[in-house]
């Protein structure tokens, strides 16, 4: 998963492509594009990490772009990176966080083996991705984020609920092993000058956190996005990126003019007829 911050340069593009989305374009697409618009104008708050991440800079004057690939490890995710990142882009991201490592610590010989990357392709891989943001800009915050850590009775329970007597007898992943591609994950961090998050480590300073964080020994609960989001933020906060101190795009509902609403946009580049 790779979610970016991007400082927005010419606002009246941003608000069209919001208005273009919310419009049906066709009866297969009228649910997405609800969707989408509802939570563009802060209706809908996912209740999942990213979407209060997104609601966070809601306002400001920054786009979030996620680009989450479920299932992908890192050496699948390079294939991507000449798309999400080209080199020629005028407009390079304030900041961008990559999460990879549950998928390619997934255990070699095991139901989850297509998935499994080497735990030194790991870190080279990562080294590979953080060298790409860098070209595209010296000056970008880059986050790397460890994977959770993993229940690996969670996984058995949850293998069990699905398949029954026929659940294999091993979990596809364990925690000691996933715990070796997080700290592999937090040296190349530190190698490549790079702010990181554990995860790993810090849900498991927490008891019960094996319920607590994750529903399936694998995937997060609201508990669980709620301490990516929180760490998250505070990564961002600390780099001076803070949704609050950022200016907003349009005036706040409160600073309008509602006798002349025309006045308070004068600043702004903003076409009513939209």
């Given at each position: 998963m790779v979610?970016?911050l991007l400082?927005?340069?010419r606002?009246r593009?941003?608000l ?7 419009r ?8 997405k594009?609800?969707v989408?618009?509802?939570?563009v ?20 004057q920054a786009d ?16 991507l990176?000449?798309h ?5 882009s ?11 490592g ?5 255990l070699?010989?095991?139901?989850s083996e297509?998935q ?7 870190k080279?891989?990562l080294q590979?991705?953080v ?8 000056t970008?915050l ?10 690996e ?8 609920s ?6 294999r ?5 364990t925690?000691e092993?996933t715990g070796?591609?997080?700290?592999t ?13 554990n995860l790993?480590s810090?849900?498991q300073?927490?008891?019960?956190w ?5 529903w ?12 990516v989001?929180q760490?998250?933020?505070k ?5 001076g990126?803070?949704a609050?101190?950022?200016?907003y ?7 309008i003019?509602?006798?002349n609403p ?6 702004n ?6």
């Amino acid at each position: 998963m790779v979610i970016s911050l991007l400082l927005r340069k010419r606002p009246r593009e941003v608000l069209v492509r919001c208005i273009c989305l919310s419009r049906k374009s066709s009866s297969s697409d009228e649910r997405k594009h609800s969707v989408v618009w509802r939570f563009v104008n802060g209706a809908i708050i996912p209740s999942k990490w990213l979407g209060c991440f997104t609601r966070q800079y809601l306002f400001s004057q920054a786009d979030i772009l996620v680009r989450g690939y479920g299932g992908y490890n890192t050496r699948w995710a390079l294939f991507l990176l000449h798309h999400l990142f080209p080199l020629e882009s005028t407009k390079p991201p304030l900041a961008t966080a990559i999460f990879f490592g549950a998928n390619d610590s997934a255990l070699s010989g095991r139901t989850s083996e297509r998935q499994h990357v080497p735990i030194q392709e790991y870190k080279h891989n990562l080294q590979k991705m953080v060298l790409r943001l860098k070209s595209c800009s010296p000056t970008m915050l880059i986050v790397l984020i460890t994977p959770p850590p993993v229940c690996e009775e969670g996984r058995r329970a949850y293998a069990i609920s699905l398949y029954g007597n026929n659940a294999r007898e091993l979990s596809e992943r364990t925690n000691e092993v996933t715990g070796q591609y997080a700290n592999t994950c937090v040296e190349m961090a530190k190698e490549m000058g790079v702010a990181y998050i554990n995860l790993w480590s810090k849900m498991q300073e927490t008891e019960g956190w094996q319920k607590k964080f994750l529903w399936d020994g694998l995937h997060l609960t609201p508990d669980g996005n709620a301490v990516v989001f929180q760490e998250v933020i505070k990564v961002f906060n600390e780099a001076g990126l803070s949704a609050d101190k950022m200016p907003y795009d349009f005036p706040h509902h409160s600073k309008i003019d509602d006798k002349n609403p025309g006045s308070s946009f004068q600043q702004n580049v903003c076409d009513a007829s939209l």
